[in-house]
Every structure is written in structure tokens, then in C-alpha cells.
């Protein structure tokens, strides 16, 4: 079983839709949480950090369930640029340990 | 000018040749790391080195053999490299603690024939 686990997807949404991505892990010492975006045959880029209070960047919103070890990321109007893989990270040990999930694909159509 | 720059950004080689691949990051991070990025896109870290020295080794096969001069640096290199070493290779950085977040290199996309 993989530390962190995501639905792969694809998920294929129409432009305007709300569509939301969750995400698990199973180390309790995980200590800081984030969201990246990765394009198509690019890097992985920062998208925004996972509180336990949630947090909101624009259309993007970001929750942590620290008791339920889920993170989840919900983009609302989605746009064709939201096109991408998002990755759910969790670090540890001290912050060394940078660990990805595999990944969730979205499509986003006209 | 590029936060973190990988070299070279492609590279095909023939099975049972030795490579390398260079990374420099020129934001002042102290932690420096290798991930490999598979088939299924599955991103798997590799290496982590803070202030040079090697903190994380993922049960890495010693053929991979990192090297930190400074901590500006962190190089990669790849013995006898076989078929499943194909894949693509990214270098990232980060300063230590829990909250800070990695920026990373363009990737080096190695092929091996």
C-alpha cells in the first residue's frame, strides 16, 4: 500500500464545474501537507499548502482532516487551464521527506 | 535566470553505459534532492541531502551514486544503467523544515536502449 493514495481518475469535467480530488495517508507522522500541479511533460509546481483549518486561494480550496488522515482540494468554475495532474504531498522526518501520491488526472472540456 | 537548472535535459544511452546528470539551484536552499518520475508517473524520491550531507536513501541500487561538492550542487551519477532506469529524473530543492516547499528542476528525461 502506498504511504499517500489518490484516485487517479481521470476525472473529465465541463468548464464551470466544481470538482473535488481526496487524498490519503497512511504515516500519522506526516507533519505538513500540500497540493502540487504538474503539466504535461513538465515539473511539479507548487499549488498551495494543506491546513487543518482549511484554506482557500481563489477558486481553490484545501482541507486537512489530520484525525481521518485525508486531505481533500476542491476547484470550483473550473477552467480549460485547470487541465493537469494534482498531486496530493506530505512531508516528514523533520521536513526531509517529501512524499507524493501518484497523481489525479483532470480534463477539463469546453 | 532558472531557480533550479538540470543538465541535460535529454539523454539516450545504450544499456550497461555510465551517465550523469547535474543540478544546481541558485536559491539558497540547504536541501537539495533526486526524484525519479516512472512510466505511470508515479514520483518517487531517491535522495535527500541537507548542507551536503546525505539524509534520505530510498533503497536506492548503489549504482546510483549521488554527490553534493556544495550545497548549491547536487549531482547524480548512474553505473551500468539499464532498461528500467528509464525515466525521467528530477532534482529539486527546498530549505529544511517541516513547512517549506520544494522547487524543482525541468526534469532530465534519460532513455535507455
Known amino acids: 500500500r502506498k504511504e499517500v493514495e489518490q484516485d487517479p481518475g481521470p476525472f473529465n469535467v465541463p468548464e464551470g464545474a466544481t470538482v473535488a480530488f481526496n487524498c490519503t495517508y497512511s504515516n500519522s507522522a506526516s507533519q505538513s501537507f500540500f497540493w502540487y500541479r504538474q503539466d504535461c511533460r513538465k515539473e511539479p509546481k507548487l499549488l498551495m499548502s494543506v491546513y487543518s483549518s482549511g484554506n482557500e486561494d481563489g477558486r481553490f480550496t484545501a482541507q486537512l482532516n489530520r484525525a481521518s488522515q485525508y486531505i481533500s482540494l476542491l476547484i470550483r468554475d473550473s477552467k480549460l487551464s485547470d487541465s493537469a495532474t494534482y498531486l496530493c504531498?506530505?512531508?516528514?522526518?523533520?521536513?526531509?521527506?517529501?512524499?507524493f501520491g501518484a497523481g489525479t488526472r483532470l480534463f477539463v472540456k469546453a | 535566470d532558472t531557480a533550479v537548472s538540470q543538465t541535460p535535459k535529454y539523454l539516450v544511452t545504450q544499456m550497461g553505459n555510465d551517465k550523469s546528470i547535474k543540478c544546481e539551484q541558485n536559491l539558497g536552499h540547504d536541501t537539495m534532492y533526486w526524484y525519479k518520475q516512472d512510466s505511470k508517473k508515479f514520483l518517487k524520491i531517491m535522495f535527500s541531502y541537507n548542507n551536503k550531507e546525505l539524509i534520505i536513501n530510498e533503497t536506492v541500487p548503489n549504482r546510483f551514486s549521488p554527490k553534493s561538492p556544495d550545497k548549491a550542487h547536487l549531482n547524480l551519477h548512474i553505473n551500468s544503467l539499464e532498461l528500467g532506469d528509464s525515466a525521467v529524473y528530477f532534482c529539486?530543492?527546498?530549505?529544511?523544515?517541516?513547512?517549506?516547499?520544494?522547487?524543482f528542476g525541468a526534469g532530465s528525461r534519460l532513455t535507455v536502449l
Open positions: 504531498v506530505v512531508k516528514r522526518d523533520g521536513g526531509f521527506k517529501t512524499i
Open positions: 529539486a530543492s527546498s530549505q529544511s523544515g517541516r513547512d517549506n516547499v520544494l522547487t
